[in-house]
């Protein structure tokens, strides 16, 4: 039996928004490894052997794109803009997860979660100061989103806790990481640059590390699970599943689906945490989730534009 056109593209489209959920849930569960891990290790530790997992993750990757002579994008390479970029990707990569991770101490899965996710607000308004164009969008997004913080986030004394404010802090360093990325991406080697990035903020983080925390065998160890799901699944597996895919579907399935990593950061907390939200939470990520979904859409939907890539978390 013959299958047509339609129905091939159909099942395609539902098999990479499958991939697309699968990549949004294991990057939300991410967020319960990582403060699992930290009951045996410290913060800069945890960071630097998840990113340096998933550099490695992404080296059989390269080595097939090399064997196959495919490059990602077809821009010529230049290797001094890819040690220069992932430098600075790097370092960008290493504040915002540094910030992530502590804050992480303070706050819960959940939370962390939705504030990240807010980078996807912040990229077009940072990007406003680069000459960049946003829409209305942006805008309601924004609203939604800051009004979403208040009722997660703060007291009745208008005071924001700890732990929320150091990720909200790091969720600017995501932003300018996303614009970076935006930049250097169409001059070399996305995977390279990926690796470079990963290797950088690995390196940073384990000089810190090394340099105020205490690093056992034992507590790697017993940080194991924890630091092989951060790293080879949510930063190796995960990230080349959403390069392959995105590329594939449609941005606003992209939008819609890649969003959902907060959710699954609330669900994840609440599973292996006990974490629980209050209804006030709930309300305030529901207005968060409604900002971000906005802010990625309204463009898409204005300017029918089906090739324009959406920005998702790494």
């Known amino acids: ?42 913060p800069f530790a945890f960071n630097g052997i998840r990113f340096a997992l998933g550099a490695l993750a992404l080296v059989p990757l390269i080595l097939w794109n090399s064997r196959k002579k495919i490059r990602t994008p077809t821009a010529p390479d230049s290797r001094k803009l890819l040690i220069l970029g992932g430098i600075l990707a790097g370092t960008l990569v290493f504040i915002g997860a540094s910030f992530q991770q502590v804050g992480l101490i303070y706050t819960t899965a959940g939370n962390a979660g939705f504030i990240t996710g807010l980078y996807v607000v912040i990229v077009p308004i940072m990007g406003l100061a680069f000459g960049q164009r946003t829409t209305a969008g942006t805008a309601i997004g924004a609203i939604l989103a800051a009004l979403g913080l208040y009722m997660l986030s703060f007291t009745e004394t208008l005071a924001i806790s700890w ?25 070399t080697d996305t995977i390279k640059l990926a690796f470079m990035e990963f290797a950088v903020c690995s390196a940073i983080s384990m000089a810190v590390a090394f340099a105020i925390e205490t690093i056992t065998w034992q507590a790697i160890s017993d940080a194991a699970l ?35 990593e907060a959710v699954f950061a609330v669900i994840g907390g609440w599973l292996f945490l006990g974490e629980v939200l209050s209804y006030k939470g709930m309300i305030g990520c529901s207005l968060m989730l409604a900002g971000m979904v906005i802010s990625q859409l309204w463009g898409l939907r204005i300017n029918k534009r089906p090739s324009e890539k959406i920005i998702s978390s790494n």
């Open 226 to 260: 924890p630091l092989l799901y951060g790293g080879l699944a949510s930063v190796g597996v995960a990230y080349t599943i959403q390069i392959m895919i995105q590329k594939k579907t449609h941005p606003a399935h992209a939008a819609i689906i890649m969003s959902l």
């Open 163 to 187: 732990g929320d404010l150091l990720v909200l802090i790091g969720a600017f360093f995501w932003a300018a990481q996303v614009l970076a990325i935006g930049w250097l991406s169409p001059q």
């Open 1 to 42: 039996m013959m299958t047509s056109p339609s129905t091939s593209r159909k099942e395609s489209n539902l098999t990479s928004d499958a991939l697309l959920l699968l990549t949004a849930g294991i990057w939300g569960f991410a967020f319960v490894a990582q403060r699992v891990g930290m009951e045996y290790m410290g």
